[in-house]
């Protein structure tokens, strides 16, 4: 069983809709955790970083870590189509980066 | 503000050739990491380089090799490539220490081997 699952997708979504995405994790030594953005042919780009328990919110986009339940979220409000892309969930921890293997999302006009 | 540089982009090797793949940050991280990433497997750690000097194999090293030529590069090898290899490879880069920060990516290099 992998260390980090993320719901595989792929999502559609209207523009203006509110987005979810998500990721479990099993390994408790997971303390920094990361969502990225990769459009098509480019690399992941750091999205939001965040340590504690609880929301972070920059912008449009909300993350969201519940430690105790070992889940991750991220929210977008009010998607754009410029929003289309993969998006994958990280965490570090143990001397280590694992990765989720990643959401497609498209935000239709 | 370049951040991580690849090169090449874009490469097609036949079968049981070699080459190399270059990267550069400069954002003075200490750490630096090669990755492949092929449809439904997600990101896979083949080498890292926690410091100047040091290097050791992550989860997939078998038919790659790696050079940290200082601090800012870190360069992968495939001495003679193999199908299986066609992918997606990205380095990344990143300071470990007391707080570690996350990784950044380059835009990555697409080996086809034929």
């Known amino acids: 069983q992998k260390e980090v699952e993320q719901d595989p997708g792929p999502l559609s979504v209207p523009e203006g809709a509110i987005v979810s995405l998500n990721c479990t994790y099993s390994?408790?030594?997971?303390?920094?955790f990361m969502w990225y953005r990769q459009y098509s042919r480019k690399g992941p780009e750091l999205l939001m970083y965040t340590y504690s328990s609880g929301n972070k919110e920059d912008g449009r986009f909300t993350a969201q870590v519940d430690k105790s339940s070992k889940y991750i979220s991220l929210f977008i409000r009010d998607s754009q189509p410029s929003d289309s892309a993969t998006y994958l969930c990280?965490?570090?921890?143990?001397?280590?980066?694992?990765f989720g293997d990643g959401t497609t999302l498209t935000v239709k006009p | 503000n370049a951040g991580v540089t690849q090169t090449p982009k874009f490469q097609v090797l036949k079968t049981g050739q070699s080459m190399t793949l270059q990267c550069a940050q400069d954002m003075n991280h200490n750490s630096m990491y090669w990755y492949r990433q092929d449809p439904g497997m997600g990101l896979r750690l083949i080498y890292y380089?926690?410091?100047?000097?040091?290097?050791d194999k992550g989860e997939v090293p078998n038919g790659y090799n790696v050079s940290r030529l200082n601090k800012r590069e870190f360069s992968l090898r495939l001495e003679s490539a193999a199908p299986s290899q066609t992918s997606v490879y990205f380095c990344?880069?990143?300071?470990?220490?007391?707080?570690?920060?996350?990784?950044?990516f380059g835009n990555g290099t697409r080996l086809t081997v034929t």
């Open positions: 380089s926690a410091s100047e000097g040091t290097t």
């Open positions: 990344a880069s990143r300071w470990t220490g007391i707080n570690n920060s996350p990784l950044h």
């Open positions: 990280a965490m570090n921890g143990a001397g280590k980066s694992t």
């Open positions: 390994n408790s030594a997971f303390q920094y």
